[in-house]
């Protein structure tokens, strides 16, 4: 079983910076991906950046230039750097980790762009 735990969320200005981690334990082993999700209010979720544990990644064209995806293997972390954040950001981020064992989900968290 593979436990996913999120962190980093919380209400910034337009903007400004934030940083998520999404932390993966338990029965995970290499390759996997490792992907943040958003979905705002009355939206549907939607991919906003995978990376995999060979260090490919995948960015949605709304966060391209203004948010990063990075990883550490060795703790089975995966970060999300966002900057330039526009209110049209806010949303729940959850992160999912996908590999040969399934899919596991972490809580999420909210992030709030506001001024």
């Known amino acids: 079983q593979v436990q996913v735990v999120e962190s980093g969320g919380g209400l910034v200005q337009p903007g400004g910076s934030l940083r998520l981690s999404c932390a993966a334990s338990g029965s995970i082993f290499s390759p996997y991906v490792m992907g943040w999700y958003r979905q705002a209010l009355g939206k549907q979720r939607e991919l906003v950046a995978r990376?995999?544990?060979?260090?490919?990644?995948t960015d949605a064209d709304s966060v391209k230039g203004r948010f990063t995806s990075s990883t550490d293997n060795t703790k089975n972390t995966v970060y999300l750097q966002m900057n330039s954040l526009k209110r049209e950001d806010t949303a729940v981020y959850s992160c999912?980790?996908?590999?040969?064992?399934?899919?596991?989900w972490g809580q999420g968290t909210q992030v709030t762009v506001s001024s």
């Open positions: 990376i995999s544990s060979g260090g490919g990644t």
């Open positions: 999912n980790v996908a590999g040969r064992w399934g899919s596991s």
